[in-house]
């Protein structure tokens, strides 16, 4: 079970928006930066967005990035099939002494 | 352009133990600015970091692995390695090496290599 709640799964139809939410912590969200990656089929998961809402260079501004308490949340707009895709977040966790991911969210495309 | 490169063994039987090698191209892993780490994702699961490296060779680890693992640096051939200890099934996963900022980000990954531990 995952330090870091995220739901299973989330769809949405091609130009639509969509949000993903990752749950956490005082302790691991409420101290530090989130990161967010996304992971294509038999890919290595990459850095879309990283200390909570900055993206790196080449990163659509499509995808945003923002935290509120324990909370953080990743939005996609104008949703493309190529955005079909494992999305993960990540944090440090002050308790664990460890870098801590979510379960993980499968975004479908309609 | 920075690449990594995870090199090592897709099979390996139970209480053996696992050395993977990533090697870094286009950027040296004796940078003060960022840490290389290890993360595995067994099949159809999320991602577990396993633990990180400084270029000045200090490490941690993941509390649940901390007894089993071991980072290394090797400098002179811009690699870090993997070694984890008394593997079971449960060890089964595609193991990434990975580059991530002192904030936590991980920004560049290798590809990952699958690893079964099976008799």
């Known amino acids: 079970q995952s330090v870091l709640t995220q739901p299973p799964s989330v769809s949405a139809a091609p130009g639509q928006k969509v949000t993903i939410s990752c749950s956490g912590s005082?302790?691991?969200?409420?101290?530090?930066?989130v990161s967010w990656y996304q992971q294509l089929p038999g890919t290595a998961p990459k850095l879309h967005i990283y200390d909570n809402d900055k993206r790196p260079s080449g990163i659509p501004d499509r995808f945003s990035g923002s935290k509120s308490g324990t909370s953080a949340t990743l939005d996609i707009t104008g949703l493309q099939t190529g955005d079909e895709a494992d999305y993960h977040c990540a944090t440090w966790d002050n308790s664990l002494s460890a870098h801590v991911f979510g379960g993980g969210t499968k975004l479908t495309i309609l | 352009q920075l690449q990594l490169q995870e090199s090592g063994p897709g099979l390996v039987k139970p209480s053996e133990t696992l050395s993977l090698t990533c090697s870094v191209s286009g950027g040296s892993i004796s940078s003060s600015s960022y840490y290389w780490a290890w993360i595995r994702q067994p099949p159809g699961k999320g991602l577990e970091w396993i633990g990180s490296?400084?270029?000045?060779?200090?490490?941690y680890y993941t509390p649940s692995l901390k007894s089993r693992v071991t980072i290394s640096l090797d400098t002179a051939k811009n690699q870090f390695s993997l070694k984890l200890r008394s593997l079971t099934a449960a060890d089964t996963a595609v193991y990434f090496c990975?580059?991530?900022?002192?904030?936590?980000?991980?920004?560049?990954w290798g590809q990952g290599t699958l690893v079964t531990v099976s008799s």
């Open positions: 490296i400084f270029y000045s060779g200090s490490t």
């Open positions: 005082s302790s691991n969200i409420g101290s530090n930066y």
């Open positions: 990975a580059r991530h900022s002192h904030s936590g980000s991980f920004s560049s």
